[in-house]
């Protein structure tokens, strides 16, 4: 008899704490009803196979834009912030890259560029970040061969998304700072900014 | 007997996670016109400017604002619309400033759902908002005002004995500034004690 009680109390802990776990927010209304919203994920998923200090692996991807964009024309040249977001239409994706799309003259006086990685295909881009509005940086698929570049950082999550990763990387081509962020939440710009400040 | 504790338990267990999970406790839906608006909490600003604006000190309640009607917009610096509504919000605010009949009755307050201060400071200066703007990390406010899209526009009644009552609430980027502005007058009632 105390051992079901027990059960039930435990039972009854679970639920009543997962239905006050907050829940993923998408809060713009730019994206209409056209957001899917997959719940609550497992905050990270992969095993990262890079580390601050180490040469970043070189990869060459589609810009949504038409061409392609390889880490390394960046060499010598500019600080490179990658931003790799899970997937596109999906709630905090959506509310990420439309925020760095205000502060482009911050990234300038950083002397830095982003890059928006998704797995996601062109296509799809496309139609996404139009609904953003234009962006400044370009927009990187890493759809085929799947997730290519997020396996050589090992951000690839089991479910084919990528992490919510924010990478810094220097102009000598070294990363400098790794944020393999909750997927459930947005990293908080000024993260970002801390860490190109550090750069100058 | 036994069935008691065990209700007691689960009651307890229920307060508890009340407790220990405040700010996942969200309103039912967005704020109702003619209701009252959820207990929200802000600090009063930094800026002595802004704060003699809303006529705050410490941390205050929103009714607790030195105005007659307040215009609260939720956004977010991530949100493209809030953006593009950016000048506009501003030009609202001029107007109200610029007309004698409703300076320092009409009052106008941004809060950055999931916005830190710092995200909220780089919208502010971006779009040189002449308003107090207020951070929600946390999404605190955001789920007490029952998870409102952005931008979100609640319009306030507050009397002078310290009562309140949403007058207007809705979501999306408003048409123009002289529409929305004569809306605010007209629904909020202002000034109709003058006219009598």
């Known amino acids: ?30 994206y209409k009803h056209n957001i899917y919203d997959p719940g609550r994920q497992k905050p990270t998923d ?20 038409g061409g392609t964009v390889s880490l390394k024309q960046y060499r010598g040249k500019k600080n490179v ?20 799309n205000i502060v482009k003259d911050i990234f ?6 982003l890059l928006g990685i998704s797995v996601d295909n062109i296509p799809t881009l496309h139609s996404w970040i139009n609904q953003m509005g234009d962006l400044w940086f370009p927009v990187l698929s890493d759809f085929w061969p799947h997730g290519k570049a997020a396996t050589l950082f090992g951000i690839l999550r089991s479910d084919g998304t990528a992490e919510r990763a924010i990478i810094v ?32 | 007997m036994k069935m008691m504790s065990v209700c007691r338990l689960v009651l307890a267990v229920i307060m508890v996670a009340f407790v220990i999970f405040p700010a996942g406790i969200s309103a039912a839906g967005p704020p109702a016109v003619g209701g009252a608006l959820p207990d929200v909490s802000l600090s009063a600003p930094s800026d002595r400017g802004e704060r003699s604006y809303l006529g705050v000190s410490g941390t205050f309640k929103i009714p607790q604002i030195k ?23 501003n030009e ?4 109200i400033e610029g007309n004698p009949a409703l300076k320092g009755k009409m009052k106008i307050i941004g809060v950055g759902a999931g916005n830190s201060a710092f995200e909220v400071a780089t919208f502010k200066k971006k779009y040189n908002v002449p308003f107090p703007l207020f951070a929600d990390p946390d999404f605190k406010i955001y789920e007490q005002l029952g998870q409102l ?27 123009g500034v002289d529409a929305f502005l004569e809306s605010m007058i007209r629904l909020s009632g202002i000034n109709e004690g003058e006219k009598r």
């Open chain 1, 1 to 30: 008899m105390k051992k079901s009680i027990f059960i039930s109390v435990f039972f009854l802990i679970a639920a009543v704490s997962f239905s006050f776990i907050p829940v993923v927010h998408g809060v713009s209304d730019a």
């Open chain 2, 149 to 175: 899209r952005t931008p979100y526009f609640i319009g306030l009644n507050i009397n002078a004995d310290g009562s309140h009552r949403i007058f207007f609430s809705k979501l999306g980027a408003f048409e």
């Open chain 2, 92 to 95: 609202l605010y001029q107007k």
């Open chain 1, 81 to 100: 912030v990658l931003s790799f977001v899970p997937a596109a239409w999906t709630p905090v994706c959506s509310d990420q890259w439309p925020g760095y």
């Open chain 1, 46 to 65: 992969s095993k990262l196979k890079v580390k601050v200090g180490m040469e970043a692996p070189d990869f060459t991807l589609k810009a949504v834009a």
């Open chain 1, 169 to 200: 990387i220097d102009k000598k081509g070294i990363i400098r700072y790794i944020d393999v962020h909750n997927v459930n939440e947005r990293p908080p710009l000024e993260g970002i900014i801390r860490e190109l400040e550090k750069l100058r």
């Open chain 1, 108 to 113: 300038e006086e950083n002397d830095a560029v």
């Open chain 2, 67 to 89: 105005a007659q009607v307040l215009i609260i917009e939720i956004f977010s610096m991530y949100c493209p619309y809030c953006q593009k509504d950016a000048p506009k919000v």
